[in-house]
């Protein structure tokens, strides 16, 4: 697995996101080039999946600005 931060989103992604109860399939986890975690201090083990797809999207247009 990656740190978000050190992904590179200035180049052409495709960013998967799976169910918060199912994950994605195995199958296309296989196939991925990357397994990025978004790292987080403290007691929290995990964040919903809407508020996980704005942290990346967010990141991916920070780094194309930059």
Do not use: C
């Amino acid at each position: 697995r990656k740190n978000i931060w050190e992904s590179d989103f200035k180049v052409p992604v495709a960013i998967m996101m799976g169910s918060e109860e199912d994950g994605i399939s195995e199958a296309y986890l296989k196939r991925s080039d990357e397994h990025l975690l978004i790292p987080m201090p403290g007691d929290i083990d995990s964040l919903n999946v809407s508020v996980t797809t704005a942290i990346v999207v967010f990141e991916a247009i920070r780094q194309r600005r930059s």
